[in-house]
């Protein structure tokens, strides 16, 4: 069963814009977490964000959670080409394991 | 990834043969995942395990078995191959609940 849903599933933009994923869920959470994968390559740990805090940053990635709305979003300032991958939200809910939206992916262009 | 790695990395089996992939970790964490990969539907819970000889279902477990016989290793086998078991296979380990997972590279298995 899929908890998280990305959007957009594809997503285009230039060198040096910002990028934002959305993420919708729909059962409580204790953390929801964001990954990165490159093609052909597994799934990289980007930020975990715990379900009573609203912000959380790590570098250029800044990852809100509103739980009210069950939804959260990734977001990646000044893209580089090297942000070129596609992003998957997952949530943590009790005694279960992380369950995997279908992901976005990101295209940067130089 | 540094102490998590999957072997084959890619393997062509025929259908209706067993197969068994292997996760061997060297990070001795306690919890184990098995996940697989397909276009459209994201990452699917195969099988995973919380210790040495304890292992639960997934969302996507029939046709496949597991075992852990060690800390460190987390089988995974198709006990009769099929088509729609064409996938790519990702294993997964965490040092406990609320934490992320590291990921290994990854297998790909092709069932023809």
């Known amino acids: 069963s899929q908890q998280g849903e990305e959007d957009p599933q594809a997503l285009s933009i230039q060198e040096g814009e910002n990028a934002t994923m959305n993420c919708s869920y729909k059962t409580s959470i204790n953390n929801l977490q964001w990954y990165r994968q490159n093609s052909g390559r597994g799934l990289v740990h980007l930020i975990l964000i715990r379900s009573n805090e609203r912000e959380k940053h790590s570098g250029r990635l800044r990852v809100t959670l509103d739980t009210s709305k069950k939804s959260s979003s990734l977001l990646i300032t000044a893209s580089r080409a090297a942000d070129t991958a596609s992003y998957f939200c997952?949530?943590?809910?009790?005694?279960?394991?992380?369950?995997f939206g279908k992901g976005t992916t990101l295209s940067v262009s130089s | 990834d540094a102490g998590i790695t999957q072997s084959p990395r890619h393997k062509v089996t025929e259908t209706g043969t067993p197969v068994t992939l292997r996760c061997h970790q060297t990070e001795n964490h306690r919890y184990m995942y098995w996940y697989r990969q397909d276009p459209g539907h994201g990452l699917r819970l195969i099988h995973y395990s919380y210790g040495v000889k304890d292992t639960d279902k997934g969302e996507v477990s029939d046709g496949y078995s597991v075992s852990r016989s060690k800390t460190e290793d987390f089988l995974l086998t198709l006990e009769s191959a099929t088509s729609s078991q064409t996938s790519v296979y990702f294993c997964a380990i965490t040092t406990g609940e609320g934490y992320g997972y590291t990921f290994g590279s990854g297998t790909r298995l092709t069932v023809v």
């Open positions: 997952a949530t943590d809910s009790a005694g279960t394991a992380l369950i």
